[in-house]
């Protein structure tokens, strides 16, 4: 359907889109004028030694040189205090009624702890501010009291940023009127082409008894005239997510509004209205991957209203709602790879789109690498901003760790990593050996190439489970070449990037010696979900909710599914993954062709790096790695619709025919005049 029909659909349906639209604006205008506009105002308590503990030092005496990381425990025992409910209480007393919150510095290392207060009154926020600063003193010196701590010993308070001037917060106004203007206008939207697509079905129902008219082909001008289909609309959003670096995002939406999950979200709807009004069918035999993703929908449900029913911070609340928009956006690109393919020179024309431009991805990642910079950096797009504290340059080592448009080097890695078998079979293709070397092997060198460069024991795994998924299953002369090459490659990386080899290595032997620091902080994170998943072992705590500014990075996609969604939402992920590499599996089975059985190992490699690199990072929280990883798994899908409905028709049994040499010689009758006469007898 092009947009010239849907906007026609739209003006025919208008008694649908004018009354809600209108509906929908004095909503959202209600909304700005009732809704008050918050406030929020916050200071900084940092904790110093006691004298008797740390010297002063000689020459300053400046007690503030005291705030040691050693009395992290303390602030801890300080923030938990100040948020129960006694002290909720106290406060109340004292004229503290508006909600405030006691927490850790962000990215700080030091006892440093912030109070922040927020309300509809900007003088009595700020007047509430300096309370719960006070009363924090109080709190710290009464713990110490009954803990019957002498006095030398004491910990002090020192408050290091004083109450500040209270700031408007009109986010959450912004999404309120937003949400009411959207709810509107899409529900206006879908019963018009619901409504339409009724029509069809009556007209093409009263036409069936009619005799057919020829009708004159219509002349479709200008760019609303053309047809759209699900490859135009999936080239638009790769390019978007792909040249877009991915932690810039709309301020309402968070991390999951980058423009690119936004057009995923409209692809959507066209598709909803090209269904609903009749004008397309969900390709068949692709029902497998709609129905894994349902069981995950069920899992997120499920743990969004276990995050409703429980006390949760208004920061989780909005989590949740986030990660429903992001689950929505996984949908469209099922949905759109999936159902809405309709011939697989689309298909093909898709992937090799995602091949080429994950390669000019990769390009900018070797930049990134050698300049000792981030090329993402320098790139402001205005409406957006960054949805990632703290992005900047990482070094492992004495390398830059390159990320080029992605929020991080893991998600640089586990982007490229699964999609490097495409690279590898397109390049093999023989429908492609009239290409020129370079352009076949151009992207497989990029990809493969920048893998290493991340300095990750991500990019690793993935390489080598793609080498090993891929390589066996080769003809031996391939087999043996490929062989080669990935040795030849380590001795270049050996020459060109002195030390990156031995930087690697050294990555390995530390993680299996357990001397690593990061992996001992990732075991030390998962005996800390243990707490949380007891609370809620089956439904979790709410998908998107727990977050780093609230918690702590899991580095792990598993840990991080059983804490949002419990132990269903871990089952429905590893359905998920296992669909991608059953998927794999039928192509390479049930293909006729040697390129079609090297495209289901790609499929199958491609999923099985998403299974295990998931546990080393949270790897669907980041929207790049998640984009491409939902839109291979509905491209697998489509590709075994496609297979499957060629070998039934294959396997049809046409008319039978008797061959040629069991045919019976034909009998010719004796004409009347070679027949013998009757002897008569005499």
């Not at 790049?624 to 028709?649: I, K, N, P, Q, W």
Request: proline letters at 6%; charged letters at 15%; a positive charge.
């Amino acid at each position: 359907m092009s947009l010239g029909e849907i906007w026609a659909i739209l003006r025919r349906r208008w008694y649908f889109m004018v009354p809600f639209t209108v509906l929908s604006l004095i909503g959202g205008g209600y909304l700005w004028v009732t809704v008050p506009v918050s406030y929020e105002s916050h200071s900084s308590v940092a904790l110093l030694d006691s004298s008797a503990v740390a010297r002063l030092a000689p020459t300053f005496g400046n007690p503030i040189s005291n705030a040691g990381g050693s009395l992290i425990v303390t602030a801890d025992v300080l923030i938990r205090t100040l948020e129960s409910a006694d002290a909720a209480k106290e406060l109340h007393g004292r004229g503290v009624t508006d909600p405030y919150t006691a927490g850790f510095a962000p990215a700080s290392d030091s006892p440093l702890v912030v109070l922040t207060v927020t309300g509809t009154d900007r003088e009595k926020v700020l007047k509430e501010t300096s309370t719960l600063t006070e009363f924090a003193g109080e709190q710290l010196d009464a713990l110490q009291a009954a803990a019957k701590v002498p006095p030398a010993y004491a910990v002090q308070t020192a408050p290091v940023v004083l109450p500040q001037t209270p700031v408007a917060q009109s986010k959450s106004r912004y999404q309120g009127v937003a949400a009411v203007v959207i709810l509107g206008v899409v529900s206006a939207f879908l019963l018009s082409i619901l409504m339409e697509g009724v029509s069809v079905v009556r007209r093409r129902y009263k036409a069936a008894s009619r005799p057919k008219k020829a009708r004159a082909p219509r002349p479709r001008a200008g760019m609303l005239g053309r047809r759209v289909d699900a490859t135009a609309i999936l080239t638009v959003y790769l390019v978007l997510a792909f040249f877009i670096p991915s932690n810039l995002a709309l301020p309402a939406l968070g991390g999951v509004g980058t423009p690119a999950n936004v057009f995923a979200l409209l692809g959507l709807m066209w598709y909803l209205a090209t269904w609903l009004g009749g004008r397309i069918l969900p390709a068949p035999g692709t029902r497998l991957v709609r129905v894994a993703l349902c069981v995950l929908g069920l899992a997120v449900l499920a743990a969004y209203i276990s995050n409703a029913l429980r006390e949760s911070s208004h920061e989780e609340v909005l989590g949740a709602d986030r990660g429903l928009i992001g689950f929505l956006v996984w949908v469209s690109l099922v949905v759109l790879t999936s159902a809405a393919m309709q011939e697989r020179s689309r298909l093909d024309v898709l992937m090799r789109r995602v091949v080429v431009m994950a390669s000019v991805v990769a390009a900018i990642g070797f930049y990134d690498f050698f300049a000792a910079t981030n090329i993402a950096d320098s790139i402001h797009i205005p409406g957006l901003q960054t949805s990632v504290a703290q992005v900047s340059v990482m070094d492992r080592g004495a390398f830059t760790r390159p990320r080029a448009t992605t929020a991080q080097p893991l998600e640089f890695a586990g982007m490229l990593a699964i999609l490097l078998p495409f690279a590898v079979q397109q390049a093999l293709d023989p429908v492609r050996r009239h290409r020129h070397a370079l352009r076949r092997w151009g992207p497989v060198i990029l990809m493969a190439g920048a893998l290493p460069l991340s300095v990750s024991r991500t990019s690793i795994v993935g390489l080598l489970l793609v080498a090993l998924v891929m390589v066996p299953r080769w003809k031996p002369t391939r087999r043996w070449a490929a062989i080669g090459v990935l040795t030849a490659s380590v001795a270049v990386f050996k020459v060109l990037v002195p030390g990156l080899i031995g930087t690697i290595t050294g990555l390995f032997a530390s993680f299996l010696s357990n001397s690593d620091s990061s992996t001992q902080a990732r075991t030390v994170k998962y005996s800390a979900i243990v707490p949380y998943l007891k609370e809620h072992p089956l439904f979790g705590r709410g998908f998107g909710t727990f977050t780093p500014d609230l918690y702590f990075f899991t580095d792990n996609q598993y840990m991080l599914g059983l804490a949002e969604m419990g132990l269903l939402g871990l089952i429905a992920l590893l359905t998920l993954f296992i669909t991608g590499i059953h998927q794999g599996g039928a192509i390479r089975r049930l293909a006729r062709t040697e390129a079609d059985r090297e495209l289901g190992q790609a499929f199958f490699a491609s999923a099985l790096v998403a299974l295990v690199i998931s546990a080393t990072f949270d790897s669907l929280s980041f929207p790049m790695f998640a984009g491409m990883f939902f839109l291979t798994l509905g491209a697998g899908a489509s590709y075994l619709g496609f297979v499957r409905r060629e070998t039934a028709a294959a396997t049809v049994p046409g008319p039978r025919r008797t061959p040629k040499t069991e045919l019976a010689p034909p009998v010719e009758r004796p004409r009347a005049a070679e027949l013998p006469r009757p002897v008569e007898s005499r």
